[in-house]
């Protein structure tokens, strides 16, 4: 089992609204460069997605629920079927969207209990609360050629030292995905 952070990123190592969606004033940077960079399976999860389980926050749950059910491309055929586990202290429903069900306890727990590989999209909080307990295996950032100078950073001041391997790096439209996986403690 493998714990898989994938993430839409700057330059400068931000995170926030990279579709605009939460209408900050530098919203939507990411969909600025086009379609190619962005749609369909670009973080190459590919089997991981079909034998995973996602791991998504409410928020960006929220968003989901209302994007992906009313699509019918093969990406999001895969992405309505995958189990999807949702942490939030205030949903009480999440029936709206195919296979999802809200984490019962802890976010740390349920991952360490998990045996299938954890997809976590978006969900910057669920994702700074699993680095702290350093339950995170491997990143695949999406880094596109912006500089926000403000926003949410992936990774938390004053969190854990880490040592990554970049595994691979390629150009995907404007942008570049690369792998990084933790290195052997």
Same mark, same amino acid.
């Given at each position: 089992?493998?714990?898989?952070?994938?993430?839409?990123?700057?330059?400068?190592?931000?995170?926030?609204?990279?579709?605009?969606?939460?209408?900050?004033?530098?919203?939507?940077?990411?969909?600025?460069?086009?379609?190619?960079?962005?749609?369909?399976?670009?973080?190459?999860?590919?089997?991981? %997605?079909? *034998?995973?389980?996602? +791991? #998504?926050?409410?928020? @960006?749950?929220?968003?989901?629920? $209302?994007?992906?059910?009313?699509?019918?491309?093969?990406?999001?055929?895969?992405?309505?079927?995958?189990?999807?586990?949702?942490?939030?202290?205030?949903?009480?429903?999440?029936?709206?969207?195919?296979?999802?069900?809200?984490?019962?306890?802890?976010?740390?727990?349920?991952?360490?209990?998990?045996?299938?590989?954890?997809?976590?999209?978006?969900?910057?909080?669920?994702?700074?609360?699993?680095?702290?307990?350093? %339950?995170? *295996?491997?990143?695949? +950032? #999406?880094?596109?050629? @912006?500089?926000?100078?403000?926003? $949410?950073?992936?990774?938390?001041?004053?969190?854990?030292?880490?040592?990554?391997?970049?595994?691979?790096?390629?150009?995907?439209?404007?942008?570049?995905?690369?792998?990084?996986?933790?290195?052997?403690?």
């Amino acid at each position: 089992m493998s714990v898989i952070v994938i993430e839409f990123i700057t330059l400068d190592g931000f995170v926030s609204d990279p579709d605009g969606s939460a209408g900050t004033p530098t919203g939507g940077w990411a969909f600025q460069h086009g379609p190619e960079a962005v749609a369909g399976d670009k973080f190459r999860l590919g089997g991981t %997605l079909d *034998d995973g389980v996602l +791991l #998504l926050g409410r928020t @960006t749950w929220q968003l989901f629920s $209302r994007i992906w059910p009313g699509r019918d491309d093969p990406f999001a055929a895969r992405m309505n079927a995958v189990p999807k586990l949702v942490v939030s202290r205030t949903l009480t429903d999440t029936s709206t969207w195919t296979n999802s069900r809200l984490v019962d306890g802890s976010v740390s727990d349920a991952v360490r209990n998990e045996k299938r590989d954890v997809i976590i999209t978006g969900s910057l909080s669920v994702v700074h609360a699993l680095i702290v307990e350093e %339950l995170i *295996d491997e990143y695949r +950032l #999406l880094t596109f050629p @912006t500089i926000l100078g403000t926003g $949410r950073r992936l990774f938390p001041d004053h969190g854990p030292h880490t040592d990554l391997e970049c595994v691979s790096a390629e150009r995907s439209g404007a942008a570049v995905l690369a792998r990084y996986r933790r290195t052997a403690r």
